[in-house]
């Protein structure tokens, strides 16, 4: 079994600093599993060369998944897939304009060959990207496998316990 280590193993990455309250979620539920990670504001549009200096170095820094939110012409997930092999798990921010459906489609639609997998809009999506994270190192960190279990046992447990839903 690896023994755990603080090297980030998942990066967290966002285009805006207004993006965090959408992405705290994954940030919180990746401490909950112990998973290491960083967190990164980097713009496609704004600073597009920070975002081609993560993507070159990302695979080399041990970063086995990036999750990248963004919002409106969300293109950070894209242009991190175009640009390193990691795999990028994109994260759909709620725009003020267009409640997000700009954001959803702008990350989705990939041409074939440069895939981005796509969650939910807003807090769901960022919660599921680090769930899937998080299942993606199970097997080789057997600790983080196990925190992820016993998560889904919890849930499962706090449904079942509470399944009447007048109390
Ligand atoms: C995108 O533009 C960001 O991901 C953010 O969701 C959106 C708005 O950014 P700000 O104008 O709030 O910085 O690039």
């Given at each position: 079994m690896p023994a755990p280590s603080d090297t980030p193993l998942v990066g967290i990455v966002m285009g805006s600093r207004?993006?965090?309250?959408?992405?705290?979620?994954?940030?919180?539920?990746?401490?909950?599993?112990?998973?290491?990670?960083?967190v990164r504001v980097v713009s496609a549009h704004r600073t597009p060369d920070v975002l081609f200096d993560y993507a070159a170095g990302a695979e080399a820094r041990g970063l086995r998944a990036i999750?990248?939110?963004?919002?409106?012409a969300a293109h950070l997930p894209g242009m991190l897939a175009a640009k390193t092999p990691v795999?990028?798990?994109?994260?759909?921010?709620?725009?003020k304009a267009l409640n997000g459906l700009d954001s959803l489609l702008s990350i989705v639609q990939m041409p074939g060959g440069v895939p981005v997998a796509t969650f939910a809009i807003g807090q769901a999506g960022a919660i599921n990207a680090a769930l899937f994270a998080a299942a993606m190192l199970?097997?080789?960190?057997?600790?983080?496998?196990?925190?992820?279990?016993?998560?889904r046992q919890r849930q499962t447990d706090?449904?079942?316990?509470?399944d009447d839903p007048r109390q």
């Open positions: 207004s993006d965090w309250d959408t992405m705290q979620h994954a940030a919180v539920k990746l401490d909950a599993l112990g998973v290491p990670h960083e999750i990248a939110g963004a919002g409106g795999p990028v798990l994109g994260v759909p921010v709620q725009s199970a097997n080789e960190q057997p600790q983080i496998g196990a925190a992820l279990a016993a998560f706090d449904v079942a316990g509470n």
